[in-house]
T-cell receptor, first 118, second 116 residues
Framework: AQKVTQAQTEISVVEKEDVTLDCVYE???????LFWYKQPPSGELVFLIR??????QNEISGRYSWNFQKSTSSFNFTITASQVVDSAVYFC???????????????FGRGTQLTVWP | KAGVTQTPRYLIKTRGQQVTLSCSPI?????VSWYQQTPGQGLQFLFE???????NKGNFPGRFSGRQFSNSRSEMNVSTLELGDSALYLC???????????????FGPGTRLTVT
């Protein structure tokens, strides 16, 4: 069974601090995909990144970076020099292609509410 | 390119009624998925449609149903509404081009359903 755990329910930081959001996943599939989404107060889920199980390279996009470690089944997300606009709920998700299809359902973690104070 | 659109954005229904929610995917996207988001259960998968066929279904009762039309637009229906159906219903569309799926799912703003 697929499972995603985001142990941090809420995190509060002050602007310009770095913050890391943790994500631990469980799957028996050897091919799987990991995602991060951001949900601002408006409610819409905003796609941030997709990573497949064969690519363990870390990725950096501006102030965002992701650390994927298969050995610990973790896919952590770091925001450097946080800003007030980063305040949102962040979801980690896991997907594995279903039999007969290249499309997969997303299994979401419970999310981490990040609040950045000015 | 326009994003995923969902109508209506807000809906208030009475227990026992039925409701239909609509989703228009991003132009060119042929896959549509639906998710329910509640404070208690979080984000849960409802269905996945591709080319008018249901490809995958989550663990929801038969009161929840959906369909996809030839233009990729999708609707979901909930019959005999219960108080516990109050939730944010999110629709997502994804592209099927290329061979390395699953692909990024782009979400709409959601429909906030309140059952009284």
């Amino acid at each position: 069974a697929q499972k995603v755990t985001q142990a941090q329910t809420e995190i509060s930081v002050v602007e310009k601090e770095d913050v890391t959001l943790d994500c631990v996943y469980e799957t028996r599939d050897t091919t799987y995909y990991l995602f991060w989404y951001k949900q601002p107060p408006s409610g819409e889920l905003v796609f941030l990144i997709r990573r497949n199980s064969f690519d363990e390279q870390n990725e950096i996009s501006g102030r965002y970076s992701w650390n994927f470690q298969k050995s610990t089944s973790s896919f952590n997300f770091t925001i450097t020099a946080s800003q007030v606009v980063d305040s949102a709920v962040y979801f980690c998700a896991l997907s594995a292609p279903d039999r007969g299809s290249t499309l997969g359902r997303l299994y979401f973690g419970r999310g981490t509410q990040l609040t950045v104070w000015p | 390119k326009a994003g995923v659109t969902q109508t209506p954005r807000y809906l208030i229904k009475t227990r026992g009624q039925q409701v239909t929610l609509s989703c228009s995917p991003i132009s060119g996207h042929r896959s549509v998925s639906w998710y329910q988001q509640t404070p208690g259960q979080g984000l849960q998968f409802l269905f996945e449609y591709f080319s008018e066929t249901q490809r995958n279904k989550g663990n929801f009762p038969g009161r929840f149903s959906g369909r996809q039309f030839s233009n990729s637009r999708s609707e979901m229906n909930v019959s005999t509404l219960e108080l516990g159906d109050s939730a944010l219903y999110l629709c997502a569309s994804s592209s099927t081009k290329g061979g390395q799926g699953p692909y990024e799912q782009y979400f709409g703003p959601g429909t906030r359903l309140t059952v009284t």
